[in-house]
């Protein structure tokens, strides 16, 4: 169907009439919207208006605090906002705005790794999907995996956060995703992503969980030079965006996981003073090199496992620890759903050892199920397994090795929010004997944390893995 220009003009006033005409014709009659953007004068209007362009051409309905960060003209722009508010959504569209909209430019997408980066940059490449079919072949050229290019010559680059790898471009616009977890990061922001804007006058806007005091995300946060945008879990409410059940996710997170509840829907900084893995350690830890490895592939190296055995209501957890020189590697990470039986776990780690070549110890929380549990791995066929009971003076020196590995930049664990909160949650008080007494709260779980240090614990003691557990401890 082809307008004639007087009938383009009234579909141009119709759509800039109410934003609620605009969503309707891109999912009611996309056909429409193609013949509408041949009108020079609403061509111009989406080049100028981020929001318009997201509701016409993406076809979104943008909340209040949407509006306000998509009408925004600053170029040193703060995002936080809570848990499933769209802020990837929103990320993406004005990314996708600004490369149609500025010819001949480079948007960089920069998250703590390349996993999480290319996380933002498939809601680019499906957003771009949802336009209309001309209008997408209009302004696509190419993408790929992590590129997206298009015809008047601009290009959406997603990035790790990797000084290497950052390094050599000129930027005009670049988007932080998570940037409380950056390593490096005061280097990276003064000496790295700034200079990249020098040239072209670009803007920045970074966005995160809140996450630990001594980041750079925090000090921007409370930079006035910054344009803070900052919603919770009340206005995403308002927007219609929560379901019920999610609304009564939010209250149990209130009741059980206060700290979590203040970071995640308050988008608000909170620690406790008494947390053993600071957010500011675990943070530092990250490594935009590290992925995990896969379960089903061959891997060749010098790995150390370390086991959680579940109880009545807790889960199983596997951890394996890659050595490589001095250095450690989170390399895996595996959480059994609840009621996996014990034989279940024995036999994903002999698969595990059978494929892992060369796994040297694997130490076991053996408090609850004895040796018994020992000789039922070791006729299995698991690769070296020791039991480990783990009494108050053993549970504290291998909370202290984890911890002293952490923060001596030894070992080093991918970018899984999911692993950081329950690593965060794991809280100490001094007993009356000078001893560290470690807990966590009702209703939270700590199977990765001890998973995760028994894997280090294995690794230290590890040259001494023929003797007894109870020599080694």
Not at 380 to 397: C, D, M, N, R, W
Not at 466 to 472: D, G, H, L, R, V
Request: include cysteine.
């Amino acid at each position: 169907m082809r307008l004639g220009d007087e009938d383009r003009r009234r579909l141009t006033a119709y759509i800039l009439a109410d934003s609620s005409n605009a969503l309707a014709l891109h999912r009611e009659n996309p056909s429409l919207v193609e013949e509408a953007i041949l009108e020079p004068d609403l061509l111009a209007r989406l080049s100028s208006d981020p929001v318009l362009f997201a509701t016409l051409i993406l076809g979104l309905k943008p909340t209040p605090y949407q509006l306000r960060f998509l009408n925004s003209s600053s170029k040193r722009i703060i995002i936080r906002w809570p848990r499933q508010s769209g802020k990837t959504l929103s990320l993406a569209a004005y990314a996708i705005w600004f490369a149609v909209s500025h010819a001949s430019t480079t948007t960089l997408i920069v998250a703590p790794s390349r996993r999480q980066s290319m996380i933002l940059n498939d809601v680019i490449q499906g957003l771009i999907d949802g336009a209309p079919r001309r209008i997408r072949a209009a302004f696509l050229r190419r993408r790929l995996r992590t590129m997206t290019y298009l015809r008047n010559g601009s290009r959406i680059v997603a990035l790790p956060n990797s000084e290497n790898l950052l390094r050599g471009y000129t930027a005009h616009l670049i988007i932080l995703d998570e940037a409380a977890f950056f390593q490096n990061d005061e280097a990276i922001f003064q000496h790295v992503l700034t200079p990249m804007l020098a040239t072209t006058g670009g803007g920045m806007v970074v966005s995160s969980t809140p996450w630990g005091k001594n980041t750079q995300f925090y000090r921007i946060s409370n930079d006035p030079a910054w344009e803070v945008h900052h919603a919770t879990w009340r206005d995403a409410v308002d927007a219609g965006l929560y379901r019920p059940e999610f609304l009564e996710e939010v209250e149990r997170t209130r009741e059980t996981l206060p700290l979590t509840y203040r970071m995640e829907y308050e988008a608000d900084f909170a620690e406790e003073a008494d947390t053993w893995l600071t957010q500011d350690l675990l943070a530092k830890a990250c490594s935009h090199e590290i992925e995990y490895e896969s379960f089903d592939t061959k891997n060749i190296g010098e790995f150390y496992i370390g086991v959680d055995l579940a109880e009545r209501v807790d889960y199983t957890a596997v951890a394996v620890v890659r050595r490589e020189g001095a250095s450690l590697m989170l390399a895996l990470m595996h959480r059994f759903p609840l009621g996996t039986s014990l034989a279940a776990c024995i036999g994903y780690l002999k698969v595990l050892g059978e494929r892992w070549s060369r796994v040297r110890a694997t130490y076991v929380d053996s408090t609850k199920h004895g040796d018994y549990i020992i000789k039922d791995m070791q006729e299995a066929g698991v690769s070296s397994p020791h039991g480990v009971f783990l009494t108050q003076e053993v549970k504290q020196e291998a909370a202290q090795i984890l911890r002293q590995r952490l923060s001596e930049g030894v070992l080093r664990i991918p970018f899984d929010r999911s692993l950081l909160d329950e690593l965060n949650l794991e809280q100490y008080e001094l007993t009356k004997t000078g001893r560290v007494s470690l807990t966590h709260a009702s209703g939270t779980h700590d199977d990765r944390f001890w998973a995760l240090a028994l894997a280090v614990y294995a690794a230290e003691k590890g040259s001494y893995s023929n003797k007894p557990i109870a020599q080694i401890v």
